[in-house]
């Protein structure tokens, strides 16, 4: 096994967990029966990057994956009150960190439905192009270029953008160079890359049962995405630490330059443990309900070696009504209904926001979180 970033076989293991099925945030029915798959993360011990290994089934589950409705986690960007949020959220930070009107021309990558290629063809950038294997048909609409393909080694579209960008992609890439060779070939001499991926330091430092997930097979830290970058001929201009993402804009410098990260994350697998063995306290309790059907609450029950019984709601309205985990989704109204000692919140982000929304509205009991 070679490491994704930097190809070098030495590695520790500071995840080993029991195996998992995959989750997709969709309803049980909808998921995936691919079965169980390793739950493993490993460190490089040259550049101290953080990955999972990829098995030749869990790569052909996800690929099976990508290529079907279940490949956007819950809606699409804009969809539904929780699509609606995340899309906002998105757009005010691109915008803080971007600035679009230097461009002629963007291709995203995982563009899904266009939400935000629509945004910049709103703005002024009329030549747009997206890419999404997962995409029932390709062509134009709406005036973007729709390619249905993986943005890897083989695919060329034969021309070059100013700027190209990809939401919460990198994480899951498996061929690393692949990926940033399509891009360098791509991309417009003076052009600008921009990048979003999961904050993995956070949830390492935290020993947060929601770091791990099959689909991501790349753990980013600020010292991994910049080495990452520089490794592959990129200088980044600007790098924005969110608790729960990093957004990186760089630009094409030709020079790759090689350090090596020095943080050790040896530690996370008893900090998890230690956080898994407070949660299976908490959830002990008779009569509690937990907020958040996710792949975190899917990690603790598969990882938690307890029965419990709980109610479960959530915010995303396209969840209500549906089975998550064998339980029914509800609304978080029934909380109160319930009369319930306990609401654990299963979102680290999202904790003060939905804890003040239940003490606003009344709610007596404890409230609880993963930290
Ligand atoms: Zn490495």
Redesign the pocket.
Known sequence: MR??????RE?QMILDQPAASIATNTPDDHNSSAGKFPCQLFQ??????VYEKVTPELRSALADIYTSCAAQLSVSMGEGNWGKERGEKILKHFNRLVDITAFQSALEIGCDKGYILRFLKSQGIQDVTGIEPSLKTAGIADGINFVKAFADRNLNLSRKFDFIYAFDVLDHVEDLEGFMDFIRRHLAPQGQVFISVNNADYYLETGSPALFMHQHIQYFTDASLKLFFERNGFVLKNLVKYQDEYHALAEFQGQSVNVASKRDYSNYENKLSLTLERISALLKIKHGAVHGASNTLKNILEWCDINFDFMLVDNDTSKQGQIYFGKKVLKSENVFSGNFEQIFIVPETFYPVIREDYLSRGFKGNIVGVR
Do not use: S, T, V, W
Request: glycine letters at 16%; aromatic letters at 8%; a neutral charge.
């Open positions: 490491c994704y970033a930097c190809g070098n590695a490089c011990l040259a550049c101290g990057h």
